[in-house]
């Protein structure tokens, strides 16, 4: 392994990647389900962004992780600040693309009802993410990105598979970029509760500096 590499769960993630301007790992973990006390590991996520996001989380400084941890204000925060961030998302147990993507939709919507939010310009864009998933298989080891935009708040979403891009989308609908950042960036309510605690864990760190 590299110096420049650091393991999630065993698989190698590049310790910084560049996009406009090098962007740090700032955050690791899994998504993972327990059945019949075993757990089922199936995605391992590296989270990326730029070291300016500091600027708006001032509020947060000289916080501990355990109150980070349980302030879903400084998650919003996190995934509002219009800074770049890469989410790279390594396939750990295979699965269909189209269950993958039917997970986010399902999230993407939920966020959007409990806001009320309803809205035929999302409809479409959200419908056009799902879309790219279905014809997908996710064979172990095969890579997800989400690259996000600082300004505008667009993205770009690929997938990899042995080093090469298969496929990629662009999302340039602002509410449902902020909500796909939510799904992985939203504190308790966050796909991955264990990224949530290594975030936390980074930015007491970050913070403090």
Not at 70 to 81: P, V, W
Not at 105 to 126: G, M, P, W
Request: with cysteine.
């Amino acid at each position: 392994m590299s110096s420049k590499e650091v393991l999630i769960d065993g698989i190698p993630f590049p310790a910084e990647i560049t996009r406009t301007k090098p962007l740090a790992l700032v955050g690791q973990g899994i998504t993972s389900v327990e059945i019949h006390f075993l757990q089922i590991k199936y995605n391992a996520i590296g989270i990326y962004m730029d070291k300016d996001v500091t600027q708006y989380l001032k509020n947060w400084e000289g916080k501990k992780r355990t109150e980070l941890e349980e302030d879903d204000l400084f998650f919003t925060a996190l995934y509002l600040a219009p800074v770049e961030k890469v989410f790279r998302i390594v396939v750990i147990k295979e699965i269909k693309g189209s269950q993958y993507g039917v997970q986010l939709e399902s999230a993407v919507r939920n966020q959007f009802a409990a806001l009320d939010h309803d809205e035929e310009e999302e409809e479409e864009a959200l419908e056009k993410v799902t879309k790219f998933f279905q014809s997908l298989y996710l064979k172990k080891g095969s890579v997800i990105t989400f690259n996000f935009a600082a300004l505008p708040s667009t993205a770009e979403i690929t997938f990899d598979t042995e080093g090469k891009c298969e496929r990629k989308i662009q999302v340039e609908n602002a509410n449902v970029v902020e909500m796909i950042q939510r799904w992985y960036l939203g504190g308790s309510n966050a796909v991955s509760l264990s990224t949530v605690k290594n975030l936390a864990a980074k930015f007491e760190e970050i913070l403090s500096q």
